[in-house]
Each structure stands twice: as structure tokens, then as C-alpha cells.
């Protein structure tokens, strides 16, 4: 799959600067086309999520990790456009809770993970304790570096239990993100996401990047691979993400629960009931 340039190898070592966040080289066509074939993709998304809840038998596990205004919010309501609510749910991990705190990082996680059936999305998630926390010394680097085989071995887990896990990385760059600030700073239906904390983070950046670089070679694992995604472009963003969700959905090959048996007897009532419906 074309995609699979943006997946970053389980053995080997990335650079960021590598990654153009205009990139939108896979894609035939304009913006226009781009937001037209992303519509065929909700659908055929929509399909394949019904299935999976109809079967009841996988669990699919959507990573988005990204810095503040890299499109995480955005990519949810345009990739998950249409699917059905029932099956799909989203769980956001904000600041550890005092009681979360009490436990260890992982312990909120897993509890989020999805059962059969079921696709979640992670808004930001474990890689935070690996992130902000590594930024800003919430914990020594004793114990953050160790957390990258923790991660590893729970993921293992999930999959081992049957968990497809999809990690998506939002690379913006500096200017896209002060635009994207401007333009919440300017809209007061948008002004609820901004925090002035975001602009302290923002001069972390160069810290932050080099956090995600570690985060990418040490945690795309062959179970669990970590896509870079360009993120400059939310409509090329948007088509990637569906593209490779609806591949990671037809692998899994699923089938619908067998039916009742005998069904040609009821569809035989059924046909008579609705007849006779007809003469009254
Ligand atoms: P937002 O996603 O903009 O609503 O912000 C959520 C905030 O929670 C971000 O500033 C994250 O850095 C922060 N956050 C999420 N997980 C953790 C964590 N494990 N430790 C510290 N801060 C976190
Ligand atoms: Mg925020």
C-alpha cells in the first residue's frame, strides 16, 4: 500500500525533519477531489464499522497524538463522519485526576480499551507520559525513558488479544500552528480551545519535537506502527487517515454473524403477514 511511506519502520531511526507536513504527494487531484474521495471513504468506513459491531469480534484501537491545534478534534469529526455512534466511541486523556495519579500511568489507559466490536479513538493517550511529562519533568528521566517498554509490552498485549492499534502522529509545523491559533484567537465560537498555557507549550517546541522523535523510533513497533501523517493540509490529512483506517478495516476480514436458523421458514411467514396486510 502507498500509504505505507508515512509508517514508520519498527527497526531503524526517523528524523522529523524529514517529514514535510505539506506533503500531499500520494493524492491524484485537487482539494476539491480530495474532500470528494473522502466522502466515498465515510461510507465505505460506515459499512465496514457496522460489520465489525455485527460480528462482534474485533477491537480496533485509533491512536492520535499531535501538538495543540494539530488536528485531532478535526480529524475524528471528518473521519468518522457518518459511522454509527453505536460501536464507536472516543476517550480523551486530559491532566492525570488525583485518584488516576494514584495509579500507575497505564492504568486509566486500559481501562478505555476497546472491547469487541468496538472501534476507540485516543485523544492524546499513554504517549502523553512519555511527552508533556518528558517536556516538563513531571518525572525524572529514569523513570519516563523506562515507560517506552512498558508501552510497548501493553500494546503487545492488546494485540495479542485480538486489538488492531493505528497510531497517528499530526505533524503541523510552527507557522501552520500560529495561524491555527490566530484563527481560534479571532473566533469566538473557537476561543473555548484556546489556552494561554498552549503558547508556553509552543516555546517548547524544538523539546516536544525531539520527544516525538523518541517516541516514533522506540514505539512503532510490527503490532503497533506509528503513522506520520501531514498535517498542514487538513483535507490531505483527512483522506490519508481514512484511507489507511479503511485498509486496517478490510484486512480484518469480517463476516456477518450466521443467521437464525430457519430462515426461509419465517421469511415465508413474513412474506404471508405482510400479503394478508395488503387485503385488509
Ligand atoms: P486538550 O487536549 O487541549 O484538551 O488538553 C489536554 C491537556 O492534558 C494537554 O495539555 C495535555 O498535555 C494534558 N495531559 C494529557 N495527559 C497528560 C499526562 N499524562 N500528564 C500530564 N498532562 C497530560
Ligand atoms: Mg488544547
Not at 519502520?9 to 500520494?26: F, H, V
Not at 475524528?76 to 486523556?93: K, M, T
Request: aromatic share 10%; glycine share 4%.
Amino acid at each position: 500500500m502507498k500509504e505505507e511511506k508515512y509508517r514508520v519502520p519498527d527497526k531503524g531511526k526517523i528524523s522529523l525533519k524529514d517529514y514535510d507536513p505539506n506533503d500531499a504527494s500520494l493524492f491524484d487531484g485537487n482539494k476539491s477531489d480530495g474532500k470528494e474521495a473522502l466522502l466515498k471513504l465515510n461510507k465505505d468506513i460506515e459499512f465496514l464499522q457496522e460489520k465489525m459491531y455485527a460480528e462482534g469480534k474485533h477491537r480496533l484501537l485509533v491512536i492520535l497524538q499531535a501538538m495543540d491545534t494539530g488536528g485531532k478534534d478535526g480529524t475524528i469529526r471528518a473521519v468518522f463522519e457518518g459511522v454509527n455512534p453505536q460501536g464507536v466511541r472516543v476517550a480523551a486523556f486530559k491532566t492525570p485526576s488525583p485518584l488516576e495519579l494514584a495509579h500507575d500511568y497505564l492504568w486509566r489507559v486500559h481501562a478505555q480499551a476497546p472491547g469487541k466490536g468496538e472501534i476507540v479513538i485516543f485523544n492524546r493517550s499513554h504517549y502523553e507520559d512519555v511527552l508533556v511529562v518528558r517536556v516538563h519533568n513531571l518525572v525524572p528521566e529514569e523513570v519516563w525513558s523506562r515507560r517506552y517498554r512498558h508501552i510497548n509490552e501493553f500494546e503487545r498485549l492488546l494485540v495479542d488479544e485480538g486489538t488492531t492499534i493505528l497510531k497517528f502522529f499530526l505533524n503541523v509545523d510552527l507557522k501552520e500552528q500560529a495561524e491555527r491559533f490566530l484563527a481560534r484567537v479571532e473566533d469566538p465560537t473557537k476561543q473555548w480551545k484556546f489556552n494561554p498555557g498552549d503558547l508556553d507549550e509552543r516555546e517548547r517546541w524544538s523539546d516536544y519535537m525531539k520527544a516525538y522523535e523518541d517516541m516514533l523510533n522506540k514505539t512503532s513497533t510490527e503490532w503497533a506502527p506509528w503513522y506520520v501523517i501531514p498535517g498542514n493540509k487538513k483535507w490531505y490529512r483527512n483522506w490519508l487517515i481514512a484511507s489507511i483506517l479503511r485498509k486496517a478495516l478490510e484486512d480484518m476480514k469480517m463476516e456477518y454473524p450466521a443467521p437464525a436458523p430457519d430462515m426461509e421458514t419465517y421469511h415465508k411467514r413474513l412474506l404471508e403477514m405482510t400479503l394478508s396486510n395488503k387485503d385488509k
